[in-house]
């Protein structure tokens, strides 16, 4: 039986020891974390003021673009994660998936942390462009009705040069001053190829249609194999 007590007050310790060790670790990640927010402008000096956050994910098919066996969208997705978990329970947050059309995932600014980061998590990539304006004109929008003073439009894409045609503060609908915009870069240099041309015929006869492509290559690089998708309708065809 001493035997026994032992063993188990040796095991109890084991887990308090566990315990403390993570508790450290979590609060390392915070005091880190928060550093790093407070530069990116996210959390004023005055730790005790609320935070008003729109966060815009783009979901444009350049952000499909994999480095390092991992995409310019998942490596989006993990930054609004690595956000989450710094909020505080008095900060509120809403969420946008964006392209040429934007998706209200969470379009309401709410503290409610759980349900953000499963919308996060369940984000899917589009086969459109980008429009920076339209998640500008959406994330001002949302942030108007907020009575808080530190009020923040995060704006994670790759920065690609189709999403920024035509950005004007004026042409942004209840345009902001005191908001600040944050933009996050989660793109990589890449190879230019492009799509230069696009034509079809449609056979009476067989009843079909065909479809001819041609991709060109505007960089030094060289490339054996490049693969190329047709969606139509939002759906993959080929």
Request: proline share 2%; charged share 20%; glycine share 4%.
């Amino acid at each position: 039986l001493a035997v026994t007590r032992t063993i188990k007050r040796i095991r109890l310790w084991q887990y308090l020891l566990l315990l403390v060790r993570i508790l450290i670790i979590l609060f390392l990640l915070f005091a880190f974390a928060r550093p790093v927010l407070q530069q990116m402008g996210l959390f004023s000096k005055n730790q005790d003021e609320p935070v008003a956050i729109v966060m815009i994910l783009d979901n444009s098919y350049s952000m499909s673009a994999v480095y390092n066996e991992k995409s310019s969208f998942d490596t989006g997705k993990e930054v609004y994660e690595n956000m989450l978990k710094v909020l505080r329970k008095y900060d509120k947050a809403a969420f946008f998936v964006l392209s040429n059309k934007i998706n209200l995932s969470v379009p309401i600014l709410t503290s409610n942390i759980v349900t953000i980061s499963e919308k996060i998590k369940n984000a899917k990539l589009s086969s459109r462009t980008t429009s920076v304006q339209l998640g500008l004109n959406y994330g001002f929008s949302a942030l108007k009705e907020s009575s808080v003073a530190n009020k923040q439009i995060v704006f994670v894409t790759d920065f690609a040069k189709h999403g920024f045609n035509l950005t004007d503060e004026k042409n942004i609908s209840d345009f902001d001053k005191n908001v600040k915009i944050v933009f996050v870069d989660v793109g990589k240099e890449a190879g230019n190829i492009g799509i230069s041309s696009v034509s079809s015929t449609y056979s009476a006869v067989k009843d079909q249609i065909r479809f001819n492509a041609e991709a060109e290559n505007f960089s030094q690089d060289r490339f054996y194999k490049v693969p190329i998708s047709l969606v139509i309708n939002e759906q993959k065809s080929a």
